[in-house]
């Protein structure tokens, strides 16, 4: 049995509700009590307030529920997704496959291709990759993998697979437009 602190009636410990901030593990009021002190708080202004912010807020959540059905948002998370694993896979140095990514780096290499007036001819990653063993043509490195143009494009290279190998990261950007040969003498 307990005493409720507002209504000063003991009651069994089943009327009051339970609170782990308590010593006993149990509220101070009854249920009673609280039932009636929140219909009271609900009539005033601060009650009415509160009640409208929550109802408010269910409206967001419904509407919010709503639009994740949508084929719309569907198709923002499966891209939001995608990068994701991307950025994940280039922080880990891993080689990104996904057809998103390949068709976006191949655009932009054609993009520069034509500003600079290049020949264009027909191009496969994947077999070029394959071709250098997934590795540095100049280190023999494995990590932070990219195409490069062995005449730069800059030189009149053209933009084909003959000219094509892969470089890391590293030494794509030391070698730049300058010939291979001259490259590799200076870097020695």
């Known amino acids: ?48 307030k509160a009640i409208s912010k929550l109802n408010a807020s269910e409206k967001r959540k419904r509407a919010q529920r709503e639009y994740q059905a949508t084929e719309e948002y569907k198709e923002y998370r499966r891209k939001y997704d995608a990068s994701k694993k991307r950025k994940e896979a280039r922080r880990k140095g891993e080689r990104t496959t996904e057809k998103w990514f390949v068709s976006h ?10 500003k600079l007036n290049a020949t264009i001819g027909p191009i496969d990653e994947a077999a070029i990759y394959e071709m250098c063993n997934h590795k540095c043509t100049y280190c023999g490195s494995q990590e932070n993998l990219s195409l490069d143009h062995v005449v730069a494009l800059a030189a009149g290279g053209a933009h084909c697979q003959d000219n094509l190998t892969v470089a890391c990261q590293s030494c794509n950007s030391s070698k730049g437009a300058k010939p291979v040969a001259e490259w590799l003498a200076a870097r020695g």
Not at 33 to 40: D, F, L, P, R, S
Not at 105 to 114: G, Q, T, W, Y
Request: aromatic share 6%.
């Open 1 to 48: 049995m307990k005493t409720c602190t507002k209504c000063k009636i003991e009651k069994a410990l089943t009327e009051f509700y339970t609170d782990y901030k308590h010593k006993n593990g149990l509220r101070s009021r009854c249920k009673n009590c609280i039932c009636t002190a929140a219909k009271v708080y609900r009539k005033t202004d601060a009650g009415k």
């Open 105 to 114: 780096s191949r655009s932009e290499r054609k993009r520069k291709a034509l």
